[in-house]
């Protein structure tokens, strides 16, 4: 709890937010590190409002869990940028590499767009990632504005059934802490 705790201050101080970890945020720091000392769930969602603190969470895990980089291959990825890895050649290799990564933290789910259209091919990249994750049961971590329905509209009934099977979900409400000094 102390280290996902003083990672995620640092964090919080690094993006010019001096707030301290009041009881709310401590809660939600206590909630992530059981899923991370139980692993019964390969996966965990952050859902919340704009402003919240779950990319900055997002940021603090991957810090705390890049520093037993030994055990895990950590990578944090926007979902627009999956999309636009996936789009190029001379990226599509990080595409690839999102799919069997150790962990992987998804940020802003839900932003990306649904749908890329390649040479007359319809393809679903976050999708693919979410399925292949899915199968191999690797940790994946996501952050989302979205809430259980709007996931089903978004993504269908079968990712929405395997994230409910498989993640542990956190709820972040609250004020947004962007413009706090």
């Known amino acids: 709890i102390n280290l996902l705790a003083s990672s995620y201050f640092t964090q919080m101080q690094s993006r010019g937010i001096s707030c301290p970890l009041d009881e709310m945020t401590l809660k939600r720091i206590e909630k992530i590190s059981k899923w991370l000392m139980k692993r019964s769930c390969p996966g965990l969602i952050i859902y919340g409002p704009c402003g919240t603190g779950k990319t900055t969470m997002a940021k603090a895990l991957q810090k705390l869990l890049s520093l037993g980089r ?60 979410l399925y292949k994750r899915y199968d191999r049961m690797l940790i994946t971590v996501l952050t989302t504005n979205l809430g259980d329905e709007e996931l089903y509209k978004r993504y269908g009934e079968r990712i929405a059934d395997r994230i409910k099977e498989t993640f542990d979900t956190i709820v972040f409400n609250g004020v947004s802490y962007r413009g706090r000094q």
């Open 70 to 129: 030994k055990y895990y291959t950590v990578s944090c990825l926007n979902a627009c940028q999956i999309v636009e890895d996936f789009r190029s050649d001379d990226t599509r290799y990080k595409y690839e590499k999102a799919k069997s990564v150790e962990v992987l933290l998804i940020d802003d789910l839900g932003c990306e767009p649904e749908h890329l259209m390649l040479f007359g091919t319809l393809y679903e990249p976050i999708k693919d990632i």
